[in-house]
Structure formats: structure tokens, C-alpha cells
């Protein structure tokens, strides 16, 4: 198992590295930070100055080995846009973002799982029949008009829960939570399904067909025929045979609902990781992207790593090598 | 004596699209505590259907239509579904055909048998887990005590099945349902199979109803056999007489299609056609169309089980009021 663990983290250090690469070698391209930050009025002389003080002047890949270097040891170096050190930036937004993103997949695999196996087992209900029908609108609408949509009648109308913002915060150490106080929680609650809804609706199709799939099977026909109760057939029998799909497309989910929060945070201004993301875009401040495209790449690499050992838990059959054959 | 196991008139229709097609009509037999009754047939004759039938677990939308199943003398048919379940398991067990897929690949065989017997028997978790190393003992599986917190995946096709054969005994039914229980298997491990299920049947003193299409485990081990054709009973009897001396047609054909190993063939005897689909069952007797004994009346009326002397057999050529009589070939004097 160490082993296994060790090799994966292996293989993920050139995956970082491509990630790096590309990300560092694309921004190049994505505008000139100099002219930015030096605005209208400057000399020669200043500009000068101000590409050396930040490298610029050197060839690409000795700008290239540099980045990898101090990124290794946790450090970004400056905000060309806030002039403040990049991982202090990112530290500072992250726990918007995650607790976002927590509550995001919270919501979609706790309701997607529960509204799959209903839908699974009662494939004919009415009930069964909306929710497949709903579940078209969650898969097939973009999440800024979801977040529009439900700010229009939540906030708008109803006036029942604010449109944009984290609302008051609690700091904990370093991490700023929103869950402690009454209006975090009611700020989380549009953004978070704004976030979820697509994989909440993904999460459950895919969890009704494999139910739909593993009923069919001969070991729940055999469970029924040994008179277990509905309870241990469905839930017990079948739902846990359902489980290393669902945990693939969801652990890839979750990876995806961290990366994609941005369009959710931008919609209701949230301000996490995704909204300095965009922020920074438009003014190539490149340090920022650079690192927040590591940060990504480093979460879907431990999610999958997580999902791997995930299999090995649920399914018995991928645990070779304990000695005990036939 | 009372039946174990008795069904009556039994009818299972499916209601499709293209009308409603009858997949079982007019099927009658029934099983003495102890006995092994064999049921053989081709494939679509209805054979596990039947078994289905039994245990309550016709895939919808296949629904009985009519007759009755009564076990120990209490109808069984018309139960809810939780009255059901309480009784399959505990009172009918079930067998299956591929014992691959029929046993859950994230349970150890521990935990599956431990399960069942908790559902149906009022002992403990403790006591339920030296009974599940007991029947994996009685079953034949070695190092009892060890294999069982293996997971399925780690027993070959034949101790899967034995596997399976303790599933569906471990809580102590009288009457088992046996579908195909050794067609998945070799050849070599079929007989260990046959022969483990027969010794423990006659051990608990158990019925069985043991569908198969292999004439040979049923000589083996049947005390008697219906032989099914397009949703029927054909003809039924002594297992002997069945093999040796059928009356009916079709049974007639079918045990001349078993290839003797005396003496060399140059062609397998084989019955012409096809058994005809549900949707397309003749008028009169089913088998009318393929039978080389067929006259008239065998196309107008269809025929009920008659008494031919050692069995009865669903055949006009038994009724002595029929224009045409059985044939000396089929008499068997």
C-alpha cells in the first residue's frame, strides 16, 4: 500500500510539471504586465528597471526554472497587481473557495446519491419522472444563469437570501470561516447550489442507471431469492455495487467544482480564489495564475489519489497480493 | 402423506405489447418431502419459469394468471411481497445457474452467509458465524475455518457453487429450487456437485426440484421427472420409466436423442423443427406440428395428462376412445 502510494506521487510530479509549464509558458502571451503596472507616464530608464527587478530580461527557461524552483519551496513571489506575496494572497482566499466547493459537493453527492436510488427503484413513479426531468434543466443550463436565476427569485423577489458576498466571517487561526455565523451560512446556501447542481444532477443519472444496471444482476436476484429484506438488498446489495463508478465521477467532480468555482464566484462576487483568479486575468498579473493553476492541478492530482485508495476500500477484488488465493 | 411442494393448474402469462403471451399454462405436479423431482425441457420450455413461479421472483412483467401454488398446504401465490420473503430462504431456497455472478463480489462468503441466516433465524451474530464455517465444512469447502472470510473472487466456478449451495441451505429450508445448478460448471465438477446435493438433501430430508436440460444428471438424481414443452408438462413419471420407457412423443424423442455410448452413430436422432414460440403456440397439442405419431384429433383438442401405466403423458395416443392408439414403439411392453 505505501508502495502504491509512493508511486503515484511519483507519477504526479511530471504531471505537475507539464501543468507548470504550460501554465508559465501561456502567459507569457497573455498580455504585458510591465506596460500595466508602469501606466501612462514612465522613461525608459523605469521600465528597464522594473523588468529586471522581476526577471523578465532573462531568457524564458532560466524564467521558467526559477518559477519551479521557489514554487517548490511554497513561494510565489509578488502580486505584480497587490504587490504582496502570492501564497499569502491564495492562503487568504482559499478557505472562501473550499468551504464553497465542500458545501457544493456536499449537496450534490448527499441529494444526488438519495434522488438516484429513488429514481432507480422506482424508475416508473411520477416522482422519478420529475426529478429525471429536472434533472435535464440542471445538466443542460450553464451555472451563471442557474446563479442569475436563483439570485433573481431568492433575492430579488423573495428577498430571502443575500446576492452576493461570503456575509460575516470568523477567523480561526489563519482560515476564515463563514459557517459559524447565521448570515455565512445563508451566503453559502445560493452560491453552493449554484456550484453543485450539475454534478448533483450528474451524480444522479449515473447512480440510477448503475442501479438500474446492478438490479438487474444475478447476485440481487439471489439476495431476493435468499428472502433478504428490501432494505439489505437494495442499499446493502446493490447500492454498494453502484459505489467505484460513482466515487470516479464524483471525486473528478470535485476536482472540477474547485476549478470551475470561478464562473459561481464571479456571479455572486464570492471572494474566494476564483474571483482573484479572474481579477488577475485581466491584468496578467502572472505570478497569481500561475500559482492558482498549480494549486489546481495539485488538487486534482491528490483527488484521484484519494479516489484510488477509495476503490480499495469499497471493492475487495482490487486488493491483490494478500496472500490468500485459491 | 402430505406434498411438500404442490402446484395447481398454474398459469404465468407476460403482458407485452404484441398482446399477452402465456408462458406457463395448465402446469400441475407436486413434490413429496424428500423427493428430488427433476424437470428437464429445451430452453424456453418453461422449466425455470416455473421455479420462478415458486419463489416468488417472476421478472415483470411475467405475473401468475392463475392456479395455485401451495406449500406445506398453505397457498404461497397470492402472498404480499414481505410475506414472501419471510419464506424464501427460510422455507424454499433457491439455487442458481452461474454461480460467477450469483454470489455479491464485496462480501466475504462469511458475512453473505451470516446475513441470511440472521434474516431468517433467531440466533446471534456469534452463533450465526460458527454455523457459516459449519455449512462451508458440510458443503466441501477445505480450511473452512480460514476460507471463510475470503471474498467470492477468491473460489474457483465449483467452490462458488458449493458456496451458493450453503447460501441457500444455511437457513434450513425443506424445499429447494434448483435452476440449472450445474450447467455452468465442468464437466468433472458436476457430479461433485449432483452428488453433494443429493447426500445433503437426503441428510435434511429435503425436497428438490432440480431443473436441467442434462438428461444425465437427472438419471443421477431425480426420483422423478416432468418433462416440459412450450409451457406444459408433457409427460410425468417415475424417473426410470421417463428415460427408459417414455410414452410421450416428445419425451420419446428426446431420449433417443441422447447419443448411446455402446455402440457407434453415424447421425445423432434428432426431433424435426423447433419448438414453437410463445406467441405462435399451435391449436390443439403444442407438440402436433413435430410429432410423427400425429392424427386429427391432436390438432383440435388439446390433450391433459392421461394415464399411460407407468407414467402420465399429455398424448391423445392414451385415450382409449382416440381413433389412433399408441404405437408398439411407444408401449414399451
Known sequence: ?326 | MQPILEVRDLRVEFATRRGTLRALDGVSFSIMPGEVLGVVGESGAGKSMTGAAIIGLLEPPGRIAGGQILLNGRRIDNLRYEEMRRIRGKEIGAIFQDPLTTLNPLYTVGDQLVETMLTHLPIGAAEARKRAVNWLEMVGIPAAAQRVDSYPHEFSGGMRQRVVIALALCAEPRMVVADEPTTALDVSIQAQVIALLKSLAREKGMAMMLVTHDMGVIAETADRVAVMYAGRIAEIGPVRAVVQAPRHPYSAGLMASIPPLDRKVEHLAQIEGAMPRLSAIPEGCAFNPRCPHVFDRCRAERPELLETGATRAACWLYDPASEKQAPEALRHA
Not at chain 1, 23 to 39: E, K, N
Not at chain 1, 52 to 70: H, K, M, N
Not at chain 1, 107 to 121: P, S
Not at chain 1, 261 to 280: D, N, R
Request: glycine share 8%; charged share 10%; net charge positive.
Open chain 1, 1 to 326: 500500500m505505501a508502495a502504491f502510494i509512493l508511486s503515484r506521487i511519483l507519477q504526479a510530479i511530471p504531471v505537475m510539471l507539464v501543468v507548470a509549464f504550460i501554465s508559465f509558458a501561456m502567459f507569457t502571451y497573455v498580455g504585458d504586465p510591465v506596460a500595466i503596472m508602469l501606466g501612462q507616464d514612465f522613461t525608459e530608464a523605469q521600465r528597464a528597471a522594473l523588468v529586471s527587478s522581476l526577471g523578465l530580461d532573462q531568457p524564458f527557461f532560466v524564467q521558467f526554472a526559477r518559477f519551479i524552483g521557489q514554487a517548490v519551496q511554497g513561494e510565489f513571489g509578488l502580486s505584480y497587481r497587490l504587490s504582496r506575496p502570492v501564497a499569502e494572497l491564495i492562503a487568504e482566499r482559499a478557505p472562501a473557495t473550499l468551504e464553497l466547493a465542500f458545501c457544493a459537493a456536499g449537496i450534490a453527492l448527499v441529494v444526488g446519491v438519495a434522488m438516484g436510488v429513488y429514481t432507480g427503484l422506482y424508475r416508473n413513479s411520477w416522482l422519478s419522472r420529475a426529478l429525471l426531468t429536472f434533472s435535464l434543466v440542471g445538466v443542460s443550463l450553464p451555472p451563471f444563469l442557474i446563479g442569475i436565476l436563483l439570485i433573481l427569485i431568492f433575492s430579488v423577489w423573495l428577498g430571502w437570501l443575500p446576492s452576493f458576498g461570503r456575509g460575516e466571517v470568523v477567523q480561526l487561526g489563519w482560515w476564515s470561516t463563514g459557517f459559524l455565523t447565521w448570515s455565512g451560512l445563508k451566503a453559502l446556501v445560493l452560491p453552493s447550489i449554484t456550484l453543485g447542481l450539475f454534478q448533483l444532477t450528474l451524480i444522479m443519472r449515473l447512480v440510477r442507471a448503475e442501479m438500474l444496471e446492478v438490479l438487474r444482476t444475478d447476485y440481487i436476484k439471489f439476495a431476493r431469492a435468499r428472502g433478504l429484506s428490501n432494505r439489505a438488498v437494495h442499499f446493502g446489495h446493490a447500492l454498494k455495487n453502484t459505489l467505484v463508478p460513482v466515487i470516479t465521477i464524483a471525486g473528478l467532480q470535485l476536482g472540477g467544482i474547485i476549478a470551475f468555482a470561478i464562473v459561481t464566484e464571479t456571479v455572486f462576487q464570492w471572494p474566494g480564489m476564483g474571483l482573484l483568479f479572474i481579477q488577475s486575468v485581466s491584468v496578467a498579473d502572472i505570478p497569481v495564475m500561475a500559482a492558482y493553476l498549480l494549486l489546481i492541478a495539485l488538487v486534482f492530482v491528490s483527488i484521484n489519489l484519494a479516489v484510488d485508495l477509495l476503490y480499495y476500500a469499497v471493492d475487495p477484488r482490487l486488493r491483490v497480493g494478500r496472500g490468500r488465493g485459491h
